[in-house]
């Protein structure tokens, strides 16, 4: 088991930044490259258990709603199925992984801004844990910046 982590600052309060993630289903309004997702047998954004399944850069992918606290500011979704190393970075793919990622925000009082971490646990074959680190490590300030860049415009 290997862990991916990244955080910043969002210039944005935390009641705005919650708002946007709070729905599981909300991934388009805030990850590019999404371009749609559906919550699967009726349930809620915010319902424990509640399946999404999205479509990013091509690809479906589900994920399961494993933890939600309007309390905490926090969630955590799992994939459903293993991850698929994406073709064509490597010529000897790494085995697919599972995962189990978390959003977490804070305020910064200081400018009525957020701290947002985001870290996804990765169950992997030893030999291909490293790989799978690098890409999420890689992956996730993609995400964050995306969200940020997303606030922006909901703010203008």
């Keep these: 088991m290997t862990t991916a982590y990244y955080s910043t600052v969002l ?4 009641e705005i930044v ?3 993630i709070r729905d599981f289903n909300n991934y388009p ?3 590019e490259g999404v ?9 809620d954004g915010d319902e424990i258990g509640a399946v999404r399944r999205f479509c ?3 690809n479906w992918i ?5 933890g939600h606290s309007d309390a905490a500011h926090s969630l955590t979704y799992a994939g459903i199925e293993p991850l698929p190393f994406p073709a064509g970075l490597a010529p000897d793919a790494p085995t697919p992984v599972r995962y189990e990622g978390t959003m977490h925000l804070l305020p910064v009082v200081e400018g009525n801004r957020t701290f947002i971490e985001w870290s996804v646990k990765l169950d992997t074959a030893p030999q291909d844990a490293d790989r799978w680190q690098a890409l999420f490590q890689s992956w996730i300030p993609d995400w964050t910046h995306s969200l940020e860049r997303s606030l922006g415009r909901l703010a203008a």
Aim: glycine share 4%.
């Design 56 to 58: 990013y850069l091509g």
């Design 35 to 43: 371009s749609e997702s559906v919550i699967e047998d009726d349930k």
């Design 18 to 20: 919650w708002a946007l």
């Design 29 to 31: 309004a805030y990850i």
């Design 11 to 14: 210039d944005h309060p935390m």
């Design 62 to 66: 589900r994920q399961r709603l494993a």
